[in-house]
């Protein structure tokens, strides 16, 4: 399902500071929105009090939603699936605060901080949103900011006078633009206590994230937990087993409850091959919740990208526990976009269930070019 962080998939990264005062934060509130990406509707719903934080979004047309619940304060976060494979998983939380991209009400302000350089804001009118009174303004990106097909921002609405992003259109180069985010409904009113009551069962997941929405996940080291350890897709030993210090996982007897109930990704530039002389090497982490056999998927919003051995696979865990999936990304050209990494389980018929989808690893390479802070 696209729609894990769905407000950070569209928001995060792509707008400018807004100046002026603000309001204080509203530290109770409800806020409704629908999300455009790549074709699929997504309904979001966040609500806060205090502490605590709870952020609902399920994709239109797909019997499944996730439910993300913040405690900032004990620095947890809780994954709950549900749906035809429901599950539920808790990690570590590293901010005070909720990812960036994922609430407008706090992440404005500093999501509105990344526009490319050499961006241009021209205020328009003011008008409401969905009651919300706005200032409307037109955007004006650099054309080589982006690669053709990234869309970027081209009207903003901010909400008046605390600047919290209500609605945001948004087009590829030379596209019709199109709305990518639009809040419907935003009240103070102090949300139902039970809402950010997690379910008693959840095991922990040897995971955790930060308030950019990057999740990581992390193998164990003890060679005993057969379901962890790192497979080198680059020369396909990942398929059809995971390899721990030497030893080989056997097949697992699959149970019926088994599902993946985290993907995470994360890339990093490197040194590559001609003609680029730069690739990517990205590291996706796939946590499962009982043995299975996973089915996985790399994939991009750019056309191009060259993945050694191939996009896709699958592995297999004997027991509940993580993997950590690497894979290099060569270009023939320069590229910017997003890559995201989805996995499921795979049934004995080869079907495969609902994919979870990870976060997305942004990345903008330039051909014989040292990425910064290298």
């Known amino acids: 399902m696209r729609f894990a962080s769905a407000l950070l998939l569209v928001v995060s990264g792509l707008l400018a500071a807004t100046a002026g005062a603000q309001t204080p934060t509203p530290q109770a509130y409800t806020a409704s929105a629908e999300v455009t990406q790549y074709g699929e509707k997504v309904f979001v719903t966040i609500y806060r009090d205090g502490p605590k934080e709870r952020v609902e979004s399920a994709s239109e047309g797909v019997p499944s939603k996730l439910v993300m619940l913040y405690d900032f304060e004990a620095h947890t976060f809780h994954m709950i699936m549900s749906g035809p494979m429901p599950s539920c998983s808790v990690g570590r939380y590293l901010s005070a605060r909720a990812p960036i991209g994922e609430d407008p009400v706090t992440g404005s302000a500093q999501t509105l901080a990344n526009l490319p350089k050499g961006s241009q804001r021209k205020f328009v ?4 949103v969905n009651g919300i009174p706005a ?3 037109d955007i004006a990106i650099p054309a080589n900011a982006s690669a053709p097909d990234v ?8 909400s008046e006078p605390d600047g919290m992003i209500v609605k945001m259109e948004g087009a590829s180069r030379g596209g019709r633009p199109s709305t990518i985010l639009e809040v ?10 039970a809402l950010f009551s ?3 069962a959840c095991p922990p997941a040897n995971m955790e994230m930060d308030d950019s929405g990057l999740m990581r996940a992390h193998g164990e080291a003890d060679a005993s937990v057969k379901a962890s350890g790192e497979v080198n897709l680059a020369d396909q030993t990942g398929h059809g087993a995971v390899a721990v210090s030497g030893a080989q996982v056997k ?6 409850a088994a ?4 993907v995470a990704l994360q890339v990093r530039e490197l040194p590559g091959p001609p003609p680029c002389g730069r690739k990517l090497e990205a590291t996706g982490a796939v946590i499962v919740n009982g043995p299975a056999t996973v089915w996985y998927r790399f994939y991009a919003n750019v056309d191009g990208l060259l993945f050694s051995g191939g996009q896709e696979g699958t592995i297999t865990l004997d027991a509940a526990g993580s993997a950590n999936l690497t894979k290099d990304v060569t270009f023939p050209a320069a590229k910017a976009g997003e890559l995201r990494l989805q996995a499921a389980v795979q049934g004995p018929d080869g079907r495969h269930a609902v994919a979870t989808i990870s976060n997305v690893a942004t990345f903008r390479v330039v051909c014989g070019a040292v990425p910064p802070g290298k």
């Open 198 to 200: 997690p379910p008693a």
């Open 135 to 137: 200032r409307l303004e």
């Open 259 to 262: 599902g993946v109930t985290t």
């Open 251 to 256: 097949t697992p007897t699959q149970s019926p």
């Open 184 to 193: 419907k409904r935003f009240t103070t009113e102090k949300p139902q206590a």
């Open 151 to 158: 869309v970027q921002p081209s009207r903003l609405w901010l």
């Open 125 to 128: 009118r003011r008008e409401e």
